[in-house]
């Protein structure tokens, strides 16, 4: 079955530093999405991209995030000079058609910024 | 603003129970789906629906436009059911909004 993967699982980084984010969507979707969970909170939306651009964004994705379909098969989401308040649960999601269909999630990367 | 809201936070069940979780939203929707976040936070969806019922193994979903609301069920629940399942929206647009979960445990 198609999966959506993530890499690192884990990354620890101290305050400060810039951090990337890799996911592999699904080879045919054309959405892309990046969430986020602070732990014992719900997910929250960040930015969602589509045809080599972003789509929309929440009020979170200031100038520290960036985006990036580098190639065309990974989806990157950078973040610059973390913050403590960064250390939460990051997912990437993909469709193949937006909102109206299944998304598929990979199993996230956990980063603690110290 | 768009709300979704779950209930129970927190169910705690014996194994065979039959399970009911549940989700209201504030404004009309496009699509509903439910998810399931397992302890090492991984996130699986189960369904999406957008009228209807739909069903899956011992797992069903139902939504109700009108009232907009939609339910989970679980029959003959399992120990392995144990996790945080989500109820997530979307209004119209491409972004899911996701509700705070429900936490399941089934005692065995």
């Known amino acids: 079955e198609p999966e959506v993967t993530q890499t690192p699982s884990h990354q620890v980084t101290q305050m400060g530093q810039e951090v990337i984010l890799r996911c592999v969507p699904i080879?045919?979707?054309?959405?892309f999405y990046w969430y986020r969970q602070i732990l014992g909170q719900k997910v929250e939306f960040l930015v969602s991209?589509?045809?080599?651009?972003?789509?929309?964004k929440s009020e979170i994705f200031d100038d520290q995030f960036s985006v990036e379909r580098p190639d065309g098969s990974n989806f990157t989401l950078k973040i610059r000079s973390t913050k403590l308040e960064d250390s939460a649960m990051y997912f990437c999601?993909?469709?193949?058609?937006?909102?109206?269909?299944?998304?598929?999630f990979g199993q996230g990367t956990r980063l603690t910024v110290v | 603003k768009n709300e979704v809201e779950q209930s129970p936070q927190n169910l705690t069940a014996q194994e065979g129970e039959f399970i009911t979780i549940n989700c209201s939203y504030s404004?009309?929707?496009?699509?509903l789906h439910w998810l399931q976040q397992h302890p090492g936070g991984g996130i699986v969806s189960l369904f999406m629906?957008?009228?209807g019922k739909k069903k899956h193994g011992r797992l069903i979903a139902t939504i109700n436009i009108q009232e907009k609301h939609s339910s989970l069920h679980i029959t003959a629940s399992h120990p392995r059911d144990s996790a945080v399942y989500i109820c997530?929206?979307?209004?119209?647009?491409?972004?899911?909004?996701f509700g705070t979960g429900t936490r399941l445990t089934i005692i065995p």
């Open positions: 999601a993909s469709s193949l058609v937006p909102g109206g269909t299944e998304a598929f």
């Open positions: 404004v009309g929707i496009s699509a």
């Open positions: 080879s045919n979707h054309l959405y």
């Open positions: 997530a929206v979307t209004f119209g647009n491409e972004k899911l909004t």
């Open positions: 991209f589509y045809n080599n651009e972003i789509s929309e």
């Open positions: 629906l957008s009228s």
